[in-house]
């Protein structure tokens, strides 16, 4: 006895099938120049998202790359600065031994020993980029110099630095302390240096 297959009704079909079917028909009826078109803006569309993506990637890249090379350069900062103040107090203690104390043996021996004391800190700072700037008679600038007196002195050009109560001190490109300065005035205007000359220039003041 032969059965007959069954034909399935409406009923019986998914309705995702049903769906496809109908997304199907209307893709073969749709024009192909209009279906490149939209490929195409498709295509420009991932392809703008991956160069975006991408560029957002290599960003973020290079700012850890910065924030790695900055830990690496100022980890030292806050110890650096603790140890400014012992060059201060060696400075201090070569002032003291004057040519005429230096005469007496000892007192000589000693500045000796605190001379060769001084450099290999300084030394040691350098190793780590700490280093000095010079500023006496060179013309103030806030980036550098704090001022805490102004003197009458016609003799040099007006704005420069004739004492220093405190050395300045950078790391790398960093300023890690400002020098403490007294600044002339009344004297002749000064010339005036061309940016690229400049001999300090400014500095990242965020230690």
């Known amino acids: 006895m032969s059965q007959q297959s069954e034909q399935p009704t409406p009923e019986d079909i998914p309705a995702e099938e049903i769906a496809q079917g109908a997304d199907s028909e209307q893709s073969g009826d749709q024009d192909p120049a209009e279906r490149i078109a939209a490929l195409e803006s498709e295509v420009r569309k991932l392809k703008e998202d991956y160069l975006r993506a991408l560029a957002d990637g290599q960003n973020a890249k290079r700012m850890a ?41 000892h007192v000589n021996t000693l500045a000796v020993g605190i001379e060769m004391t001084e450099k290999e800190l300084a030394s040691a700072l350098g190793k780590y980029g700490v280093r000095k700037v010079d500023s006496l ?60 000359d400049a001999g300090q220039g400014s500095v990242d003041q965020s230690v």
């Open 65 to 105: 790359d910065k924030r790695i090379e900055d830990n690496s350069k100022y980890a030292v900062s806050n110890f650096a600065k603790e140890l400014l103040s012992v060059a201060d107090n060696l400075g201090r203690a070569l002032l003291a031994a004057t040519p005429d104390a230096r005469k007496v043996e």
């Open 137 to 196: 008679m060179q013309p103030f600038d806030p980036n550098f110099h704090q001022a805490v007196q102004e003197v009458e002195k016609t003799d040099v050009p007006n704005g420069t630095v004739v004492q220093v109560f405190q050395d300045a001190y950078v790391i790398a490109e960093r300023l890690l302390r400002p020098a403490m300065v007294v600044v002339s005035r009344g004297g002749p205007k000064r010339e005036e240096v061309p940016v690229q």
